[in-house]
Nanobody
């Protein structure tokens, strides 16, 4: 069974930083796509950052230059460094994984739809005030 566990959420003032981590078992993070999604009440999950094997990463426009996704493949851990946090970053953050990469414009790309991921963590809350 695949298990993903997020940690690192919490409350922070606007402008502050948080670092989320996702550890996993039953799935090798370097074998495909890893992603961070977030969700607020009444809305669909949106892909904040996604990475194919830690080699290529794509970010939601609103977090570009503020968030950084990274993979420690040796430890099977994925991190999301979040800087310059804004009130609108408040959400439940989830890590997701699957071997769902596709070839696009000369590079492997990970999908942005939650429907394309089968493995999920339980989520960690991030609150920015």
């Amino acid at each position: 069974d695949v298990q993903l566990v997020e940690s690192g959420g919490g409350s922070v003032q606007a402008g502050g930083s948080l670092r989320l981590s996702c550890s996993g078992s039953g799935y090798t993070f370097s074998s495909g796509c890893m992603a961070w999604f977030r969700q607020t009440p009444g809305k669909q999950r949106e892909a904040v950052a996604r990475s194919y094997r830690g080699e290529s990463s794509v970010y939601l426009d609103s977090v570009n230059d503020r968030f950084t996704i990274s993979l420690d493949n040796a430890k099977n851990i994925m991190n999301l460094q979040m800087n310059s946090l804004k009130f609108e970053d408040t959400a439940m953050y989830y890590c997701a994984a699957d071997q769902n990469q596709f070839w696009d414009l000369g590079t492997w790309t990970c999908p942005s739809s939650e429907n394309d991921y089968n493995y999920w963590g339980q989520g960690t809350q991030v609150t920015v005030s």
